[in-house]
């Protein structure tokens, strides 16, 4: 069986005893983590965040001052997987937006919170083996083609095969995936990561906001930069640079 590190974890929980029980219980019955740091406000996991560049960070939701979800805005990159904890249960929806790979109710259980970890380190374990298929792929567009793309989520990787998808949307440091299904995915990576993985197959920026699939362009409209209409109806902009480039490259598509 493939073996790996302690995960490295980072603690940001304004209530000192949740912090205390918290550590309690992984030092006692939860194998696997290493706690770099333990932090009492927003401000401070932030500086030990990019200090330490923890590989999971335990955030509480409410804290005064800044809450977690503004706090994960205030970094420049979320590389770091994340655990919500809370005494409430209606952030779970805004939880599953920052792509969280789960959300802990306190008083934390302790099978709840093992399987959260089993999904870090399940998630890790994909992801050296993704990372390393699509390096290959991108390096060599010319070999063994990509079929489907490996999308984190909460549950784990969800693969879509790439005729599905109709376009990417940018949001920040998210990305939006909108399927032919009518499905939406959001993806805690950013729209130019895909850009990079997904242009040697059809795909192209018609924009800094989008990314779409060429198989499913339907029409061109003209103008400054112009807009495109994909295959379920969505009309997008294309900014003016890219205009020359889009229409060459339909030509030929």
Same mark, same amino acid.
Do not use: W
């Given at each position: 069986?493939?073996?790996?590190?302690?995960? =490295?974890?980072?603690?940001?929980?304004?209530?000192?005893?949740?912090?205390?029980?918290?550590?309690?219980?992984? *030092?006692?019955?939860?194998?696997?983590?290493?706690?770099?740091?333990?932090?009492?406000?927003?401000?401070?996991?932030?500086?030990?965040?990019?200090?330490?560049?923890?590989?999971?960070?335990?955030?509480?939701? $409410?804290?005064?001052?800044?809450?977690?979800?503004?706090?994960?805005?205030?970094?420049?990159?979320?590389?770091?997987?994340?655990?919500?904890?809370?005494?409430?249960?209606?952030?779970?929806?805004?939880?599953?937006?920052?792509?969280?790979?789960?959300?802990?109710?306190?008083?934390?259980?302790?099978?709840?919170?093992? $399987?959260?970890?089993?999904?870090?380190?399940?998630?890790?374990?994909?992801?050296?083996?993704?990372?390393?298929?699509?390096?290959?792929?991108?390096?060599?567009?010319?070999?063994?083609?990509?079929?489907?793309?490996?999308?984190? =989520?909460?549950?784990?990787?969800?693969?879509?095969?790439?005729?599905? #998808? #109709?376009?990417?949307?940018?949001?920040?440091?998210? =990305?939006?995936?909108?399927?032919?299904?009518?499905?939406?995915?959001?993806?805690?990576?950013?729209?130019?990561?895909? $850009?990079?993985?997904?242009?040697?197959?059809?795909?192209?920026?018609?924009?800094? *906001?989008?990314?779409?699939?060429?198989?499913?362009?339907?029409?061109?409209?003209?103008? $400054?930069?112009?807009?495109?209409?994909?295959?379920?109806?969505? =009309?997008?902009?294309?900014?003016?640079?890219?205009?020359?480039?889009?229409?060459?490259?339909?030509?030929?598509?």
């Amino acid at each position: 069986m493939e073996k790996f590190s302690n995960i =490295t974890a980072v603690i940001v929980d304004d209530d000192e005893f949740c912090c205390f029980q918290l550590q309690d219980i992984i *030092s006692r019955k939860v194998h696997g983590i290493d706690i770099l740091a333990v932090c009492t406000s927003a401000e401070e996991g932030i500086a030990k965040i990019q200090q330490l560049s923890p590989q999971l960070v335990f955030l509480d939701v $409410e804290m005064p001052g800044m809450n977690g979800f503004e706090m994960l805005k205030k970094l420049p990159v979320i590389n770091f997987e994340i655990i919500f904890t809370t005494a409430h249960d209606h952030y779970a929806i805004r939880a599953i937006r920052f792509s969280a790979i789960d959300y802990l109710l306190k008083p934390i259980d302790v099978t709840s919170l093992q $399987e959260a970890l089993d999904r870090v380190i399940e998630k890790k374990r994909h992801h050296n083996q993704v990372s390393q298929r699509q390096l290959e792929i991108v390096n060599h567009p010319s070999g063994k083609q990509l079929d489907n793309l490996a999308v984190p =989520t909460m549950e784990g990787l969800l693969f879509i095969g790439l005729p599905d #998808i #109709i376009c990417c949307e940018s949001d920040d440091k998210y =990305t939006t995936i909108f399927l032919a299904d009518k499905k939406r995915i959001v993806a805690s990576r950013t729209l130019g990561d895909f $850009e990079e993985l997904l242009q040697p197959y059809g795909f192209f920026r018609i924009h800094k *906001s989008h990314l779409i699939n060429l198989k499913h362009l339907k029409k061109y409209l003209r103008g $400054e930069g112009g807009q495109v209409i994909m295959t379920d109806g969505t =009309t997008l902009d294309v900014s003016r640079r890219k205009k020359d480039d889009l229409l060459q490259l339909v030509s030929q598509f």
